[in-house]
């Protein structure tokens, strides 16, 4: 497959919204695969379409073995939360679109999420913990809403401008 160019904030793509798959064909398994080698490229544990410039609601997800069990990479088109716990978890997260940066974001413990996987077939999925964290953090992207989009507006304004700042330097 292919390793797939990352986007970077400010780049203003990374705040639009995405569009609905119609179907997973094979085109979108294509994409997952695509992200999915992305995200093994640079050791992530998750990644979003529109965090490489396509504006279709996919995702995936790996976030590898989780207590002593290897999981499975999860490929997901058009996640929906159906329900989120009240009660909520602080992790320190970070981005590949927001590089070099990772702050404290609070978010639900547990979730439940509906979506269409790579063979067309709607799963529904409870998860909890860091699995519940990354697949809230890339629907984030879906919405175009970054994670430093859940921080104070001042550790934002800080990142943002240190951001910024590189981006000239590098002009």
């Not at 175009?144 to 910024?164: C, E, N």
Request: overall charge neutral; glycine content about 6%.
């Amino acid at each position: 497959m292919a390793v797939l160019d990352i986007l970077t904030y400010p780049d203003p793509r990374l705040q639009e919204k995405a569009f609905p798959v119609e179907k997973v064909d094979r085109a979108i398994r294509t994409l997952m695969d695509n992200l999915l080698d992305t995200l093994y490229h640079v050791n992530g544990v998750g990644f979003a379409a529109m965090q490489v410039g396509v504006k279709k609601r996919v995702i995936v997800v790996d976030v590898g073995e989780r207590d002593g069990i290897p999981s499975k990479p999860l490929l997901m088109a058009n996640p929906t939360l159906e329900w989120v716990s009240p009660t909520t978890q602080v992790t320190k997260e970070g981005c590949f679109s927001v590089p070099g940066f990772y702050e404290n974001v609070t978010r639900p413990l547990e979730i439940k999420v509906s979506y269409v996987d790579e063979n067309n077939h709607p799963q529904t999925l409870t998860p909890s913990g860091l699995l519940a964290d990354c697949i809230q953090h890339e629907i984030d992207h879906l919405d175009g809403i970054l994670f430093i989009d859940h921080l104070s507006s001042l550790k934002r304004s800080l990142i943002v401008q240190k951001l910024l700042k590189r981006k000239k330097n590098r002009l």
